[in-house]
T-cell receptor, first 107, second 123 residues
Framework: DIQMTQSPSSLSASVGDRVTITCRASQDIRDYLGWYQQKPGKAPKRLIY???SLQSGVPSRFSGSGSGTEFTLTVSSLQPEDFATYYC?????????FGQGTKVEIK | EVQLVESGGGLVQPGGSLRLSCAASGFTFSDYWMHWVRQAPGKGLVWVSRISSDGSSPAYADSVKGRFSVSRDNAKDTLSLQMNSLRPEDTAVYYCARAGGCGGGRSCPFDYWSQGTLVTVSS
């Protein structure tokens, strides 16, 4: 199975901050990576697919980059509605696996 | 509008069975591979199962293999998960999810999710 190591597991940030979350895959997954945002009691929402393609309707302050084994999600200017938990997902091979999540909290 | 509406969760004793259903609307259900994902209370997301668009290719996480069975009825736009021999560690919110929406005929990650249904396995 491919292990997805996400870091940090949590972070505190202020509105307007630039935030970066990293996912490392235990083997090459090409660009078969998505990023999700989840708020308490809600289903996850897709932000990024194919490592760097912005999901329609998602604000442009979200961006993704990387290929192979190293990936990042960046929020260029954190907004109040962005406080949530973020997950990466590899879908290069089964079983599909998620990172353990990054909880973004208000400083 | 794409919608995935789940039903069938609840409280079940260890060793018992439960069947989850996911009713799809707003898209051509038979064109998409469908998945089940679960999330234990306070924990992360875990992929559980998938089924191909025509139902011919199911797959499972090792943790549920031999106990869970995924199926679909493309005539009724419905996805199902039959869960047998349930264990306390199966307690989770279960989501059905569509894989699609990235074009080009390539593998796509989940783009639409159901609201989730809680399955509690406890005596």
């Amino acid at each position: 199975d491919i292990q997805m190591t996400q870091s940090p597991s949590s972070l505190s940030a202020s509105v307007g901050d630039r935030v970066t979350i990293t996912c490392r895959a235990s083997q090459d997954i090409r660009d078969y990576l998505g990023w999700y945002q989840q708020k308490p009691g809600k289903a996850p929402k897709r932000l990024i697919y194919a490592a760097s393609s912005l999901q329609s309707g998602v604000p442009s302050r979200f961006s993704g980059s990387g290929s192979g084994t190293e990936f990042t999600l960046t929020v260029s200017s954190l907004q109040p509605e962005d406080f949530a938990t973020y997950y990466c997902l590899q879908h290069n091979s089964y079983p599909w696996t998620f990172g353990q999540g990054t909880k973004v909290e208000i400083k | 509008e794409v919608q995935l509406v789940e039903s069938g969760g609840g409280l079940v004793q260890p060793g018992g069975s439960l069947r989850l259903s996911c009713a799809a609307s707003g898209f051509t259900f038979s064109d998409y591979w469908m998945h089940w994902v679960r999330q234990a209370p306070g924990k992360g997301l875990v992929w559980v199962s998938r089924i191909s668009s025509d139902g011919s290719s199911p797959a499972y996480a090792d943790s549920v293999k031999g106990r869970f069975s995924v199926s679909r009825d493309n005539a009724k736009d419905t996805l199902s998960l039959q869960m047998n021999s349930l264990r306390p560690e199966d307690t989770a919110v279960y989501y059905c999810a569509r894989a699609g929406g990235c074009g080009g005929g390539r593998s796509c990650p989940f783009d639409y999710w159901s609201q989730g249904t809680l399955v509690t396995v406890s005596s």
